[in-house]
């Protein structure tokens, strides 16, 4: 297996630990277990497909917040203006915006640990792009 398989995987597998800590958090939240099952399978169909959208969408825009560790930051953005360029936009605001009291309740260690996850997942997207 190449240095870049390896990575691939490293990530797809942590994503799928972090969405799986998800769906633990908010076991009532149907959509957050969709979510889960749906990147399981696009993962089968394309493994590249998860950690070239995180650089995309997330590494390039949210390096900053991320690294600093602001959860603070994505709970109060205004995410508008970067779903201009999809037909889901009001979907997915309504789900940011049901989502965000809910994490900024977490406790403490369970906030640390979501940072972290995107802490790795950025570090796992950094090495792909080498």
Sequence with gaps: ???QSI????????FEEFLDDLCV???DDSEIKTLNVNIK???SANPT???KAFESY??????????SNDLGFFIQKDYTSDLVNTN???????????LREPIGELQIESQDKVMKYLNNLLK????YKK
Excluded: A, C, G, W
């Design 49 to 51: 497909i998860s950690i």
């Design 25 to 27: 958090l908010f076991p």
């Design 1 to 3: 297996m190449s240095s």
């Design 7 to 14: 990575i691939i995987k490293t990530f797809n597998d942590h």
């Design 88 to 98: 889901m936009t009001s979907r997915i605001m309504t789900k940011i915006n049901e």
């Design 58 to 67: 997330v590494s390039k825009k949210y390096r900053e917040q991320i690294v």
């Design 124 to 127: 796992l997207s950094d090495l």
């Design 41 to 43: 399978r696009l993962r």
